[in-house]
């Protein structure tokens, strides 16, 4: 079974509207870390922003949010005001376990979304 | 600033050579650092965990004695890839845990091989 579900292989948007991303995960342990990455067409995987599985409130940083709702495995991505630069694949991403486990670190990724962000 | 440093950005290189490709950490120390592998329009695959001072874990089918790691200090790793073959060509890409900032992986540019 995919562990991380992104169901959404493409979205646009209109610049400065807000969109959110989809993400979906699977997981038994009680302790995970969600993460969203945006990878550019010159290829970096550029770190946005992280949910841990027992932070208490939704994550955020600038114009990113992060959408957390436990009950149903999601952990949604929002970006405010949309630029032309946001332009790119993002993909979510999984961390299971607890921390010094020897699997401890490893990110299973979702297949990514493409956005496009038109003027 | 960046927080990986990965190099080189791209490669060619003819079939049956060794390519090395290094990761550095420039902010912190890295105990442990991973290198994934990402085909054209794909999500990144996990090729193996690279623990400073001990032996990398490697991913189930991925071969050891192909993608050779070596992680010699706490800011370096790095990955060749002997005798390489057209089938090797991809886009690699490694990653380090900054374990005192809640073990966020941050990525290296990445690496473009193309084997002829």
């Known amino acids: 079974a995919q562990k991380i579900t992104q169901t959404q292989p493409g979205m646009f948007v209109q610049e400065k509207e807000a969109v959110t991303l989809d993400c979906t995960y699977d997981?038994?342990?009680?302790?995970?870390?969600l993460f969203w990455y945006k990878q550019p067409s010159s290829g970096e995987m550029i770190f946005l922003i992280y949910?841990?599985?027992?932070?208490?409130q939704n994550a955020t940083e600038g114009r990113y949010s992060l959408n957390f709702q436990k009950a149903r495995k999601s952990a949604n991505l929002v970006i405010s005001a949309s630029q032309l630069g946001d332009s790119a694949m993002y993909f979510c991403?999984?961390?299971?376990?607890?921390?010094?486990?020897?699997?401890?670190?490893?990110?299973?990724f979702g297949q990514g979304t493409i956005l496009t962000v038109h003027p | 600033g960046a927080v990986v440093s990965q190099h080189p950005s791209r490669v060619i290189c003819k079939s049956g050579t060794s390519v090395k490709i290094e990761c550095r950490s420039l902010?912190?120390?890295?105990?442990?650092m991973f290198w994934y592998r990402q085909f054209p329009k794909q999500s990144l695959m996990l090729m193996a965990t690279?623990?400073?001072?001990?032996?990398?874990?490697?991913e189930q089918g991925v071969e050891k004695d192909k993608f050779l790691i070596n992680h010699a200090s706490l800011t370096l790793s790095t990955l060749t890839v002997t005798s390489a073959h057209p089938e090797d060509s991809s886009f690699y890409i490694c990653?380090?845990?900054?374990?005192?900032?809640?073990?966020?992986?941050?990525f290296g540019a990445g690496t473009r091989l193309s084997v002829l």
């Open positions: 997981t038994s342990d009680p302790s995970y870390g």
């Open positions: 991403a999984m961390r299971e376990g607890p921390a010094g486990g020897t699997s401890y670190g490893k990110l299973t």
């Open positions: 949910q841990g599985s027992y932070d208490q």
């Open positions: 690279s623990n400073e001072g001990s032996k990398a874990t490697y």
């Open positions: 990653s380090v845990v900054n374990e005192l900032a809640k073990n966020i992986q941050y």
């Open positions: 902010d912190f120390q890295a105990t442990t």
